[in-house]
């Protein structure tokens, strides 16, 4: 997945370039061939590898560009008609719905995947295998800002040594699943952590500090497990370590949350864009799991193409934030007509 990260730095580059030819007809041509993407770190993983296997099989007669501004930056690009296609690391919440609904931009909304938001730390932590929620709250509530800096302040007999934090931006969808999780609140958090929307960052924060802390999404964590050691997570049934079968069982909460792809309705009608998400719903089960998501069930993928084919509008989500969404809940949500 490291390669991929280089990759996209690269590809983006060429992007630019690409999306500013000349005017007149040949620009136009140009363009219809060029698929634009961005949001999501935690989602890019996924779209990369489906946008690798799909511009070979078109033998680069379509050329998909993959940005990483985060959920919210994200959608702030796609609701004002810049990109094709979103990703999202939580449903699309309701003043972006209304911001697409002011510019006149529909979606269609597609779950791809399930992941395990994962907290790590520095494998010379020797203390911290284990965390409540609660002590998670503790540590990242707004009033923690500045009085709460060492690791003994967080549990009795851990080291008296600082508590250095890496995380999420704010245009993160993680920071806002991240908050709403763990402190009660979406975007409530203390403000004194190097935040980064590039997950790579936060990997190398803590990768590099031995008293460091951080969270994303399970992939980053899995590419770089060598580095990293991941906190089994204690909310009030005992520790459950973040895993792809501890997401599909259920037990891993309540830090499993499903991933997006939002589609623009008006993209949709261009051929490049259809045949795009078509491939993304039958490929991207296999290539989620190669890359360390969990995929959603066979039907899951057949009822979003379905809803993508029919063109469902919208979303099956309320605008506001939600925690503890299961792959039954899931599925019983997009099965509604």
Same mark, same amino acid.
């Given at each position: 997945?490291?390669?991929r990260m280089?990759?996209?730095?690269v590809?983006?580059?060429?992007?630019?370039?690409?999306?500013?030819?000349p005017?007149?007809l040949?620009?136009?041509?140009?363009?219809?061939?060029i698929?634009r993407?961005d949001?999501?770190?935690?989602?890019?993983?996924i779209?990369e590898?489906?946008a690798?296997?799909?511009q070979?099989?078109?033998?680069?007669?379509?050329?998909?560009?993959v940005?990483?501004?985060?959920?919210?930056g994200?959608?702030?690009?796609?609701?004002?008609?810049?990109?094709?296609l979103?990703g999202?690391?939580?449903?699309?919440?309701?003043?972006?719905?209304?911001?697409c609904?002011?510019r006149?931009?529909q979606?269609?909304?597609?779950?791809?995947?399930?992941d395990?938001?994962?907290v790590?730390?520095n494998?010379a932590?020797?203390?911290?295998?284990?965390?409540?929620?609660?002590?998670?709250?503790?540590?990242w509530?707004p009033e923690?800002?500045?009085?709460?800096t060492?690791w003994?302040?967080?549990r009795p007999g851990?080291?008296?040594?600082p &508590?250095h934090?890496?995380?999420?931006?704010?245009?993160?969808?993680?920071?806002?699943?991240?908050?709403?999780?763990?402190?009660?609140?979406?975007r409530?958090?203390?403000?004194?952590y190097?935040?980064?929307e590039?997950?790579?960052?936060?990997?190398?924060?803590?990768?590099?500090d031995?008293?460091?802390?951080?969270?994303?999404?399970?992939?980053?964590?899995?590419a770089?497990a060598?580095?990293?050691?991941?906190?089994?997570?204690d909310?009030?049934?005992?520790?459950?370590?973040?895993?792809?079968e501890?997401? &599909?069982?259920?037990?891993?909460?309540?830090l499993?949350?499903? &991933?997006?792809?939002?589609?623009?309705?008006?993209?949709?009608?261009?051929?490049?864009?259809?045949?795009?998400?078509?491939?993304?719903?039958t490929?991207?089960g296999?290539?989620?799991?190669?890359?360390?998501?969990?995929?959603?069930?066979?039907?899951a993928?057949?009822m979003a193409?379905e809803?993508f084919?029919?063109?469902?509008?919208?979303?099956?989500?309320?605008?506001?934030?939600?925690?503890?969404?299961t792959?039954e809940?899931?599925?019983r949500?997009?099965?509604?007509?």
């Open positions: 997945m490291r390669s280089v990759r996209y730095a590809r983006s580059l060429l992007g630019l370039i690409l999306l500013a030819p005017g007149g040949a620009a136009a041509s140009e363009q219809a061939t698929i993407i949001g999501s770190s935690t989602v890019f993983p779209t590898a489906v690798e296997e799909f070979k099989a078109k033998r680069g007669a379509v050329r998909v560009t940005g990483i501004s985060g959920t919210g994200g959608f702030k690009k796609f609701c004002r008609g810049e990109t094709d979103q999202a690391s939580r449903p699309i919440l309701r003043p972006e719905i209304e911001a609904r002011a006149g931009v979606y269609i909304e597609l779950p791809v995947a399930f395990a938001l994962t790590v730390v494998p932590n020797t203390w911290a295998g284990t965390m409540t929620v609660a002590e998670l709250r503790r540590i509530a923690a800002q500045g009085t709460l060492r003994s302040q967080v851990w080291p008296d040594a &508590l934090l890496f995380g999420p931006g704010a245009d993160s969808g993680t920071f806002d699943y991240f908050t709403e999780a763990v402190v009660g609140k979406a409530a958090s203390r403000g004194d190097t935040a980064s590039d997950d790579n960052v936060i990997v190398q924060g803590v990768a590099r031995r008293n460091a802390l951080g969270y994303f999404g399970f992939a980053y964590f899995a770089n060598g580095r990293l050691r991941a906190v089994a997570i909310a009030g049934k005992g520790p459950v370590a973040p895993s792809l501890n997401v &599909l069982n259920g037990t891993y909460q309540p499993s949350r499903p &991933l997006f792809v939002y589609v623009s309705a008006a993209a949709a009608a261009r051929p490049a864009v259809q045949e795009f998400v078509e491939f993304y719903l490929r991207g296999e290539l989620a799991k190669q890359v360390n998501y969990v995929p959603l069930r066979p039907q993928y057949a193409l809803r084919q029919r063109r469902r509008l919208g979303t099956v989500f309320g605008g506001a934030p939600e925690v503890g969404v792959v809940e899931l599925l949500r997009e099965a509604k007509p």
